[in-house]
Each structure stands twice: as structure tokens, then as C-alpha cells.
């Protein structure tokens, strides 16, 4: 079956440390895309990629990283610069990075900071 | 500025009862989509349906209809004999065409909690 797939589901971290969320998807999309959700709130996009090794900074980069070396794969990496990473992260693909093209999205990974 | 407005935070009502969710969208493009997605509690967005700015014929899948008036700015979605199954966070969403080719944005509105009881 073809979908996008996030690992861990939940993650926990303690201050200071990075961590990295992972995002693979086997639908042979182009265009992939991070976003954070907080409670009550939409979505809002952290980083987008629109080809393999380029990527985008969205509307609330800072404090996080990410990396395009394989079309399958868009990891997210949560540094400690981050002043609070506690949300919930969901990554997703379109077939290309195009106004009409439909974002689907993954399973979503619950980053709680202790 | 694109901006997607949910009004009703959260919605309840019990089975079978008909309920429309609005969202109301603000766009300066004449060329843009619009999109409906549910965040059942596992948490992941299911994809509903997506509407282009030039083609406002209703659409009904199933229980679900959506009514899109561009007088209006509206984008409604109506769920017919609803089912406890349908609880979930909806969410709205607009995309504009011609903003800068591909650093165009997908804005979404903040989700209608709807809560359907037995």
C-alpha cells in the first residue's frame, strides 16, 4: 500500500537534546513538507521540499533542521535551539509542489520536552 | 493575505442529525483551491475533498455534501445522519495560484471539533 509513514509515534526528549523525527513515504511524490500542530491550531508548515537535496524554510523554521538526500525521505530534526518543541509534528507529500496538488499527510509523531 | 476562517470551535450533536461545518475564506487571487480534511483522534489528516475557484458545482460523496459559493467566500461541508464515527477535528484549507509559482501556501483555518453522541 502506498501512504507516508512517521516514526516514532511518540517521542520524548529531555531539554537540550536534538532529536529526529522521520518521515519516508513511497507514494513517488516530488514535493514533501513538515508541519507542527498545537492544540486549538491549524496546521503550520516548518520546512517544504520541492526536489530531492532542496528544501524551503516555511513560516516557523527556526530551531529546526532538515535534509532532502533520497525522494523517499524527509527528516525533521528538533535541535535544542527550539524553545518549545512540545507538539505534534506531521509530515506530508504532494505529488508535486503545485497550488492544485493535494497534500496527503502521515500518522504524525507527539514530541513531548521534559 | 490568504486567511481561512472556522468559526464554530466545536460542535455537538447526536447521531443521525444533519450538521453543516463552515468555513469562510478571504483570497485576492481569482485562481485558488480549497480543501477539506478530518484529524479523527489517531491524529493523522485525511484528504476529503478539493475544490477549484472555477468550478462551483456542490459535490456530495455519501452522507458528505459540500456547497462552495464564491458570493460568499464559502466553502461549507455537510454531514448527513451523522455517525459517532464522524467525530473528529475538520479542518478547511485554501491554496492561491499565480502567488509566486511554487512558494505558493497552503493556509488552514483552526478545525471544528465535531463531536457526534449516541
Known amino acids: 500500500d502506498g501512504g507516508i509513514t512517521q516514526s516514532p509515534k511518540y517521542l520524548f526528549r529531555k531539554e537540550g537534546q536534538n532529536v529526529t523525527l522521520s518521515c519516508e513515504q513511497n507514494l513517488n511524490h516530488d514535493a514533501m513538507y513538515w508541519y507542527r500542530q498545537d492544540p486549538g491550531q491549524g496546521l503550520r508548515l516548518i520546512y517544504y521540499?520541492?526536489?530531492?537535496?532542496?528544501?524551503q524554510k516555511g513560516d516557523i523554521a527556526e530551531g529546526y533542521s532538515v535534509s532532502r538526500e533520497k525522494k523517499e525521505s524527509f527528516p525533521l530534526t528538533v535541535t535544542s535551539a527550539q524553545k518549545n518543541p512540545t507538539a505534534f509534528y506531521l509530515c506530508a507529500s504532494s505529488i508535486f509542489r503545485q497550488p492544485q496538488d493535494t497534500q496527503y499527510f502521515g500518522p504524525g509523531t507527539r514530541l513531548t520536552v521534559l | 493575505a490568504q486567511k481561512v476562517t472556522q468559526a464554530q470551535t466545536e460542535i455537538s450533536v447526536v447521531e443521525k442529525e444533519d450538521v453543516t461545518l463552515d468555513c469562510v475564506y478571504e483570497t485576492r487571487d481569482t485562481t485558488y483551491y480549497l480543501f477539506w480534511y478530518k484529524q479523527p483522534p489517531s491524529g493523522e489528516l485525511v484528504f476529503l475533498i478539493r475544490r477549484n475557484s472555477f468550478d462551483e458545482q456542490n459535490e456530495i460523496s455519501g452522507r458528505y455534501s459540500w456547497n462552495f459559493q464564491k458570493s460568499t467566500s464559502s466553502f461549507n461541508f455537510t454531514i448527513t445522519a451523522s455517525q459517532v464515527v464522524d467525530s473528529a477535528v475538520y479542518f478547511c484549507?485554501?491554496?492561491?495560484?499565480?502567488?509566486?509559482?511554487?512558494?505558493?501556501?497552503?493556509?488552514f483555518g483552526k478545525g471544528t471539533l465535531l463531536t457526534v453522541n449516541p
Open positions: 484549507a485554501l491554496s492561491e495560484a499565480y502567488s509566486g509559482g511554487s512558494n505558493y501556501k497552503l493556509t
Open positions: 521540499s520541492q526536489i530531492v537535496n532542496d528544501f
